[in-house]
């Protein structure tokens, strides 16, 4: 036992150090936590029917394990395999994860639902931001906690209004409830991209100068970033998808399509992290549209290919961080730099969780009695009080993101030598811990009892909006010569176009998409015609 904790405690010292003469048990470490994800890859199929556990939680508790076994072995020193960077997470682990959510995406129920996402995706963040930052800045100093600046509050906000809608996505059936899925898959990617937007703009605020336009200058920074980060990722999506038409690359070489997409995927990431954009936010619109038009151009194998390996690269990633997480639960170090009593931890913990609750509530109830005032009962189902209770719990989950911002705001290199930073990181693993396996745990049974499944079944006819007779009214501005002969006639399909707009201006605006989409965009980009 010595013997080993010796052993042990060398090899991951080395590689916290790293080095030349660390390479040989960098090398080690690597192959232990290459193990430890095949252990949660087995465990994870082996709970796969489990009531209470999902593949998150079991990564978590299996790293919980570890960190203690290592833990026992160094006699405290030390808690992980290898030590966490964020910028590690932001350059490979987090890309493949947000590539694979819009490359997988059910583009007609996200698009058919695109206000609604966008609404809890953007304007809820904001909203939940709010909340947080502000309840921080009232609360944290009545429990003897005050010692963090406005940037480090605004922060916050953001690092605790990113959600992790993994547990819930692994539960709610897509086929049977589908724009329920939409709402909460499509929030949930939106929801993480404008966090991370967001929290860009806000550490990019002068704190010497903070006046009365600082709000301002943050809402303008993050339209600029998301307007310009969307566009990005749109024109590499669409070169992608032109190269491959245009050149037919699986004449040759099915290899060559694959590695291309993945390339270039990559490549939209790299480019807007460098132009000091948001990758995530290119990344998951190149993935969108290399879904829709660059996928229809490769051979049948390359589509099988690709799918299933960003899947499994967003599989891992997911996993790794999960598993660094239960790991990092267990860290003597930030706990001992940490100064605060266990009363104030407690306090602080509680706090961020009502907060949190709060966050959520203000803006899910709302947004979604708007949505169901907004759309009229013709254009589709409402959002029932059911499903805004699964969606208000789908966002109470805290994953990956948080971690990496909290990290990326409080530590360097994750490590810190200030006890109020320390405070902040600990309070955050306990959060991402608490909330991923209590909300984890509870989120089958929720589901179960408030959507039974009975009550599942799609409703024909509504969940998509495409069996209605109005579908089939006539857009003036993309007829035929022969179809627009009249100018009366012209006048009167304008009359109905304008009257289909102010009525079902959603599902309208989608129509007229698709009759763009099928006579310009598909000829040039490539994608098969609908019908």
Known sequence: ???????????????????????????????????????????????????????????????????????????????????FDEQLFFIYVL?????????????????????????????????????????????????????????????????????????????????????????????????????????????????????????LKVISDFLYLFATSTILGISIGLSTAYVLKALYLGRHSTDREVALMALMAYLSYMLAELLE????????????????????????????????????????????IFLYVGMDALDIDKWKTSKASFKTSISLFGIIILLVLLGRAAFVFPISILSNNMSGSSERTPIKFKHQVVIWWAGLMRGAVSIALAYNQFTFSGVTLDPVHATIITSTIIVVFFTTLVFGFLTRPLISAMLPRHSRAPSRGHSTGSNSPKDDFTLPFFSTDEEASGSGIVLEQAKRSISMLLERPVHTVHIYWRKFDDRFMRPIFGGPQSH
């Open 1 to 83: 036992m010595a013997t080993a904790a010796a052993w042990w405690e060398a090899m991951v010292a080395a590689a916290a150090v790293g080095g030349t003469g660390g390479s040989s048990t960098t090398v080690v470490s690597i192959c232990v936590f290459t193990a430890v994800l095949c252990l949660c890859l087995v465990a994870g199929h082996l709970l796969e029917e489990n009531k209470w556990v999902n593949e998150s939680i079991t990564a978590l508790i299996i790293g919980c394990l570890i960190g203690a076994i290592i833990s026992l072995l160094t006699k405290g020193k030390q808690s992980h395999i290898m030590r």
């Open 95 to 215: 890309p493949p994860i947000i590539f694979n959510a819009g490359f997988q995406v059910k583009k007609k129920q996200f698009f058919h639902n695109f206000m609604t996402i966008m609404s809890f995706g953007v304007f809820g963040v904001f909203i939940s931001v709010a909340i947080v930052s502000a309840g921080c800045y009232w609360l944290f100093p009545k429990v003897g906690f005050g010692k963090l600046n406005a940037v480090d509050y605004l922060a916050l906000g953001a690092i605790f209004s990113s959600t992790d809608t993994v547990c819930t996505l692994q539960v709610i059936n897509q086929d049977e409830t589908p724009r329920l899925y939409s709402l909460v898959f499509g929030e949930g990617v939106v929801n993480d991209a404008t966090a991370v937007v967001l929290f860009n703009a806000i550490k990019n605020l002068n704190i010497s100068h903070l006046k009365g336009g600082a709000v």
């Open 277 to 320: 954009l948001s990758g995530i936010l290119t990344v998951f619109f190149c993935g969108i549209v290399m879904s829709h038009y660059a996928w229809h151009n490769v051979t049948a194998s390359s589509r099988i290919t690709t799918k299933h390996i960003f899947a499994t690269l967003s599989f891992i990633a997911e996993t790794f």
